[in-house]
């Protein structure tokens, strides 16, 4: 997805002071706006979303520190990073001054290039992030107005079925018989339903045309409303002179004479069977519908879990940055792993748009000249990296000849097989991912066709999930959520992509606890004169072994954090470990359960979705063996329910990522207290597990 290009004010009353910041920043992909006094500088600011100002502090009429000021009082500049370069009074007040009226940071001229890149391109990071973490929040809204309209169109179908019972109920037959149910009057309706006129009605009896299975549930109520009541309503089949049995509500009336004796009955028929066949038809759809709308509900918790998970990463190592003790390593690697956790936040968005884009009929596919051998050893390459971290082999193999060049999507293509063999390496514990490429010409009257065959030595599928695969929203399995993550875009996504490129995608074959085996196939011409080559890329690869905020008084104490997400135990431990604690990690919840029972530790840091054991059944398996010390939620759910539930299966507390340091050294300094002020009161998990 293209980004915009970011925009930079630079204001300096000197020409050369804007041509050497020009110099300096030119051709790093920033649009750059000059002003030359402060006046013309606060008239660019409704004209541009600027990501950081570059100003000189000594400038007639409005001087830097004034221009600075009036920049502030703008709501949508309110926090806009203010880089201040000067020549002059490098004094301390001077600087602190500058600092007071919210500058981010000061350079002296003559100021070192490399210096003001690097300045700039950090604030133009953080920039971005910021407006992809607003762009995220615009796209959850917009899904939530989503289900809003869903909500609303499920009670204007309700309502629709009440008016149309309303209008079911207009007479169609008009009847009139003895108290003993001989018929005494019948319309014109009657006739031409039945076919029998009031004389033949007469001979054969009018109840003659009710089906006879309705027939005594028919006579009951008769019989009850003579002797206790004025009317009755029923739904019955009538049969129709050509043989068709449809169904009637029937109303009729008991009529009584000025002594109040019953003197006959005065009825209506009136054909309800489309009504019912549409009745049933709703029922159907009705059910159709809130399965869709529980997978949308759990696809919206689970969206929540992936959004906040990356999300809590970036908030807090933005924060951990603006230590001024960190050192260049510890900055590099906040940097790098803010830019991860957002890169995989993009990727979440890129899935949503594209799931969307198919849904909606406006997936753009464009077909060019795609280099084969470079698009899969780009595939290899950027997914070794993944294998590696957790020790899996990846071979990629091709069955020759293949053509150098081929006519498809090459964006598209790389998404399909980025998604299917992604999966295969997340859902893989141990063993090997194998990727199998084959090329075959054209027979007469089709297309060349790529296949790639993706097999794994993974989890496997269950087969009463594989009927569900491939739709979005669903995974196959909620535990599959838990343990892997994941928005269940990928094969439904994939599944859609192949099929614009002129193929499939389908799982071939899967076994539990042995692997999967998917197959992708999608036309692949080859392009006039190209090469044909026996091998495009094969090999493997096999991987080896491989926090400022609210004071709380932990020096010392021993804080167990269970957490499976590198990133957070390196985030939640440099948090604790600045209020002086001394942090042990568990990387799955049966670790947490073995470690909280044999270690002394003040307090348990519990996340909820981890492998192997999650949270709540830690928690629960410890209260059920006595342990005492406090256990505090910090997860990523963050649902009222989901509270609830921490509370309810023994938690003392639930923290939701993302979490800023101050609520959870708050939280933790709380508990730690208690906990070192005397003993727990037991209490045992209620209704743990439900």
Same mark, same amino acid.
């Given at each position: 997805?293209?980004?915009?290009?970011?925009?930079?004010?630079?204001?300096?009353?000197?020409?050369?002071?804007?041509?050497?910041?020009?110099?300096?920043?030119?051709?790093?992909?920033?649009?750059?706006?000059?002003?030359?006094?402060?006046?013309?500088?606060?008239?660019?600011?409704?004209?541009?979303?600027?990501?950081?100002?570059?100003?000189?502090?000594?400038?007639?009429?409005?001087?830097?520190?004034?221009?600075?000021?009036?920049?502030?009082?703008?709501?949508?500049?309110?926090?806009?990073?203010?880089?201040?370069?000067?020549?002059?009074?490098?004094?301390?007040?001077?600087?602190?001054?500058?600092?007071?009226?919210?500058?981010?940071?000061?350079?002296?001229?003559?100021?070192?290039?490399?210096?003001?890149?690097?300045?700039?391109?950090?604030?133009?990071?953080?920039?971005?992030?910021?407006?992809?973490?607003?762009?995220?929040?615009?796209?959850?809204?917009?899904?939530?107005?989503?289900?809003?309209?869903?909500?609303?169109?499920?009670?204007?179908?309700?309502?629709?079925?009440?008016?149309?019972?309303?209008?079911?109920?207009?007479?169609?037959?008009?009847?009139?018989?003895?108290?003993?149910?001989?018929?005494?009057?019948?319309?014109?309706?009657?006739?031409?339903?039945?076919?029998?006129?009031?004389?033949?009605?007469?001979?054969?009896?009018?109840?003659?045309?009710?089906?006879?299975?309705?027939?005594?549930?028919?006579?009951?109520?008769?019989?009850?409303?003579?002797?206790?009541?004025?009317?009755?309503?029923?739904?019955?089949?009538?049969?129709?002179?050509?043989?068709?049995?449809?169904?009637?509500?029937?109303?009729?009336?008991?009529?009584?004479?000025?002594?109040?004796?019953?003197?006959?009955?005065?009825?209506?028929?009136?054909?309800?069977?489309?009504?019912?066949?549409?009745?049933?038809?709703?029922?159907?759809?009705?059910?159709?519908?809130?399965?869709?709308?529980?997978?949308?509900?759990?696809?919206?918790?689970?969206?929540?879990?992936?959004?906040?998970?990356?999300?809590?990463?970036?908030?807090?190592?933005?924060?951990?940055?603006?230590?001024?003790?960190?050192?260049?390593?510890?900055?590099?690697?906040?940097?790098?792993?803010?830019?991860?956790?957002?890169?995989?936040?993009?990727?979440?968005?890129?899935?949503?748009?594209?799931?969307?884009?198919?849904?909606?009929?406006?997936?753009?596919?464009?077909?060019?000249?795609?280099?084969?051998?470079?698009?899969?050893?780009?595939?290899?390459?950027?997914?070794?990296?993944?294998?590696?971290?957790?020790?899996?082999?990846?071979?990629?193999?091709?069955?020759?000849?293949?053509?150098?060049?081929?006519?498809?999507?090459?964006?598209?293509?790389?998404?399909?097989?980025?998604?299917?063999?992604?999966?295969?390496?997340?859902?893989?514990?141990?063993? &090997?991912?194998? @990727?199998?490429?084959?090329?075959?010409?054209?027979?007469?009257?089709?297309? $060349?066709?790529? !296949? /790639? +065959? *993706?097999?794994?030595?993974?989890?496997?599928?269950?087969?009463?999930?594989?009927?569900?695969?491939?739709?979005?929203?669903?995974?196959?399995?909620?535990?599959?959520?838990?343990?892997?993550?994941?928005?269940?875009?990928?094969?439904?996504?994939?599944?859609?992509?192949?099929?614009?490129?002129?193929?499939?995608?389908?799982?071939?074959?899967?076994?539990?606890?042995?692997?999967?085996?998917?197959?992708?196939?999608?036309?692949?011409?080859?392009?006039?004169?190209?090469?044909?080559?026996?091998?495009?890329?094969?090999?493997?690869?096999?991987?080896?072994?491989?926090?400022?905020?609210?004071?709380?008084?932990?020096?010392?104490?021993?804080?167990?954090?269970? &957490?499976?997400? @590198?990133?957070?135990?390196?985030?939640?431990?440099?948090?604790?470990?600045? $209020?002086?604690? !001394? /942090? +042990? *990690?568990?990387?799955?919840?049966?670790?947490?359960?073995?470690?909280?029972?044999?270690?002394?530790?003040?307090?348990?840091?519990?996340?909820?979705?981890?492998?192997?054991?999650?949270?709540?059944?830690?928690?629960?398996?410890?209260?059920?063996?006595?342990?005492?010390?406090?256990?505090?939620?910090?997860?990523?759910?963050?649902?009222?329910?989901?509270?609830?539930?921490?509370?309810?299966?023994?938690?003392?507390?639930?923290?939701?990522?993302?979490?800023?340091?101050?609520?959870?050294?708050?939280?933790?300094?709380?508990?730690?207290?208690?906990?070192?002020?005397?003993?727990?009161?037991?209490?045992?998990?209620?209704?743990?597990?439900?």
């Amino acid at each position: 997805m293209k980004e915009s290009r970011v925009d930079i004010l630079m204001v300096d009353d000197r020409e050369d002071g804007l041509i050497a910041l020009e110099a300096v920043l030119g051709g790093q992909g920033y649009n750059l706006i000059k002003a030359q006094s402060g006046r013309e500088a606060l008239g660019l600011l409704g004209l541009y979303e600027f990501a950081m100002v570059l100003m000189d502090v000594q400038m007639p009429e409005l001087d830097g520190f004034e221009t600075a000021t009036l920049i502030r009082r703008q709501a949508q500049y309110r926090h806009v990073p203010i880089l201040f370069i000067t020549a002059i009074n490098k004094d301390e007040s001077y600087v602190h001054r500058g600092y007071e009226l919210g500058a981010a940071d000061y350079l002296f001229k003559p100021f070192d290039p490399h210096i003001l890149r690097a300045k700039v391109a950090v604030f133009v990071d953080l920039f971005k992030k910021t407006r992809q973490i607003r762009e995220q929040a615009h796209l959850i809204s917009q899904i939530k107005e989503r289900e809003r309209q869903h909500e609303r169109t499920r009670l204007e179908l309700d309502s629709l079925r009440r008016y149309q019972a309303l209008a079911d109920a207009i007479p169609h037959i008009v009847w009139k018989t003895t108290p003993d149910g001989d018929l005494t009057y019948c319309n014109k309706g009657w006739i031409d339903y039945t076919g029998l006129n009031l004389e033949s009605s007469a001979r054969t009896q009018w109840h003659d045309v009710l089906h006879p299975d309705d027939l005594k549930k028919l006579l009951k109520t008769w019989l009850s409303t003579m002797s206790d009541g004025d009317r009755f309503t029923l739904e019955c089949r009538l049969r129709r002179h050509d043989g068709e049995t449809r169904w009637h509500w029937i109303n009729a009336i008991l009529e009584r004479d000025e002594y109040g004796d019953v003197v006959g009955w005065i009825g209506t028929c009136t054909d309800i069977h489309d009504r019912k066949i549409m009745e049933t038809k709703l029922v159907d759809s009705r059910m159709q519908a809130e399965s869709a709308s529980r997978a949308k509900t759990y696809f919206l918790a689970n969206m929540s879990h992936e959004i906040r998970t990356p999300l809590n990463a970036i908030l807090g190592f933005s924060e951990i940055l603006s230590n001024p003790d960190l050192t260049v390593s510890e900055r590099i690697n906040s940097v790098a792993t803010i830019h991860r956790n957002g890169q995989q936040l993009l990727h979440l968005i890129d899935e949503i748009l594209d799931i969307s884009k198919v849904e909606a009929g406006r997936l753009e596919i464009e077909r060019k000249p795609t280099d084969l051998r470079e698009l899969l050893a780009d595939l290899g390459a950027s997914l070794n990296l993944k294998a590696v971290e957790k020790d899996l082999k990846l071979v990629v193999e091709n069955i020759g000849p293949f053509p150098r060049w081929i006519t498809t999507d090459p964006v598209r293509l790389k998404q399909i097989l980025i998604n299917l063999v992604g999966n295969a390496v997340k859902f893989t514990r141990q063993g &090997e991912v194998r @990727v199998v490429a084959k090329w075959s010409a054209a027979a007469p009257g089709e297309e $060349a066709v790529l !296949r /790639v +065959e *993706i097999l794994d030595t993974g989890v496997g599928i269950d087969s009463r999930h594989v009927e569900k695969l491939f739709n979005p929203f669903v995974q196959a399995d909620s535990s599959t959520t838990r343990t892997f993550g994941g928005t269940g875009l990928g094969l439904a996504l994939s599944k859609r992509l192949a099929s614009a490129l002129g193929g499939d995608v389908w799982l071939e074959t899967s076994e539990l606890d042995r692997g999967s085996h998917f197959v992708m196939e999608v036309a692949a011409p080859p392009t006039s004169s190209t090469p044909f080559l026996d091998h495009l890329h094969q090999g493997s690869v096999k991987s080896a072994p491989d926090v400022e905020g609210a004071k709380a008084d932990l020096d010392g104490a021993r804080i167990l954090l269970a &957490e499976d997400a @590198v990133d957070n135990q390196v985030l939640i431990t440099r948090f604790l470990q600045m $209020a002086g604690a !001394r /942090v +042990e *990690i568990a990387k799955n919840g049966e670790e947490a359960f073995e470690k909280a029972l044999t270690g002394d530790y003040a307090l348990v840091l519990m996340d909820i979705q981890m492998p192997r054991m999650d949270g709540y059944e830690a928690t629960v398996r410890l209260r059920e063996r006595g342990y005492s010390r406090p256990i505090i939620a910090l997860t990523a759910h963050a649902l009222k329910e989901e509270k609830e539930k921490s509370l309810r299966v023994g938690c003392d507390d639930h923290l939701t990522k993302p979490v800023d340091r101050r609520t959870l050294l708050e939280s933790v300094s709380l508990y730690v207290r208690r906990s070192s002020g005397g003993p727990r009161e037991q209490r045992a998990p209620r209704d743990a597990l439900p």
